[in-house]
């Protein structure tokens, strides 16, 4: 059966939508040149669905620019002997560059350290220092590397960057833009609130009324769960097969996992006429949609810092710096308020 979907948002949202993503495009494309096949490191096999949009967003600008996939690798299935393109290595962007997360921080270094000399591309990331030790270990070995480029997703973590780091750094949407605008769901209630459950929460929702979700975990019996076992499956044979066939089939997997976690996180960002969340990629994604949402600002400012750069544009959302501003704004829909960038 067909499912549903829904136009929201309105045509300058999707005009803006657009813009980011051809500023995006061009970007990656000054960065990547002439090349037409590369190795893709940092396959998000998990159900942040954010970190999905931010794959198929990769794949959909690689795609538009001609570069081919040679290997896929996760962070327990990297293989240094297994990247063999002959373009660069392409790291998955997100929000943990400078060690806030430490297994994608080591799998970095461990590329840069294995890699020396071969172009390393960082697609768009926040930088946040989880600690001067991180800081150290990550300038160290993009030194020592000699041929990284930095692509950053707000200009503050630009700005960090380019005083931080020997090496091009660029300044780029968010990949997630790559995806260009997406249909939505019918609402089925008012109002639906996204609080994370992580450690970049920076506090919880105040109102009672109100179910709350996040996208980290699945229950046994949801389909999505049966997409990352397969995932799983297809790990263990990459591990023992270096086929042709079986990257072919690895990536092939990793598309459709992600695209099903894609439409699990639509069908939850649609659910009510107006949206609360505290996720980067909950905002990012509410503003593909077009679906009328707060954005609450998260523990390390990642939130504030994209908005200031990006999203303060659209007409779709509204900026909270705390979750009490935000049932504020929930308690007066229809004021006309907004929040520009550098008031905060």
Request: glycine share 8%; hydrophobic share 40%.
């Amino acid at each position: 059966m067909l499912e549903l979907i829904q136009r929201r948002g309105t045509a300058g949202d999707r005009r803006l939508v657009a813009e980011l993503r051809e500023n995006l495009i061009r970007t990656v494309g000054e960065v990547v040149g002439a090349a037409h096949v590369t190795d893709l490191v940092d396959y998000p096999d998990h159900y942040n669905v954010g970190d999905a949009a931010l794959w198929l967003g990769q794949r959909t600008v690689l795609g538009e620019l001609g570069v081919q996939v040679a290997s896929v690798s996760t962070r327990s299935t990297y293989d240094r002997s297994r990247l063999r393109a002959d373009g660069p290595i392409i790291v998955l962007g997100g929000g943990n560059l400078g060690g806030l997360y430490a297994t994608h921080h080591e799998l970095k270094l461990s590329v840069l350290a294995d890699f020396p000399g071969r172009p390393v591309i960082q697609l768009p990331q926040s930088l946040h220092y989880s600690g001067e030790q991180e800081r150290d270990d990550l300038r160290r070995a993009i030194a020592r590397h000699g041929a990284t480029t930095l692509i950053l997703r707000d200009q503050q973590s630009f700005a960090l960057a380019r005083r931080d780091f020997d090496c091009p750094v660029k300044l780029a949407p968010d990949m997630a833009f790559g995806l260009d605008a997406l249909d939505a769901r019918p609402p089925r209630s008012p109002v639906a609130v996204q609080v994370r459950t992580d450690k970049e929460s920076a506090g919880s929702a105040q109102r009672a009324d109100v179910e709350v979700f996040d996208w980290l975990e699945a229950r046994p019996y949801e389909y999505i769960a049966a997409y990352q076992g397969l995932h799983r499956l297809f790990s263990r044979g990459i591990g023992r097969s270096d086929s042709r066939a079986m990257r072919a089939a690895f990536l092939a997997m990793c598309d459709k996992f992600a695209k099903a976690n894609l439409r699990r996180g639509i069908a939850m960002l649609s659910t009510g006429e107006r949206l609360v969340t505290d996720r980067l990629h909950g905002h990012v994604l509410a503003c593909l949609l077009g679906v009328d949402h707060v954005v609450v600002n998260d523990r390390f400012g990642k939130i504030e810092a994209m908005w200031r750069t990006w999203t303060h544009r659209f007409t779709c959302a509204q900026f909270a710096s705390t979750w009490a501003e935000a049932d504020e704004m929930l308690s007066h829909p229809n004021s006309s308020e907004r929040v520009a960038p550098g008031v905060r």
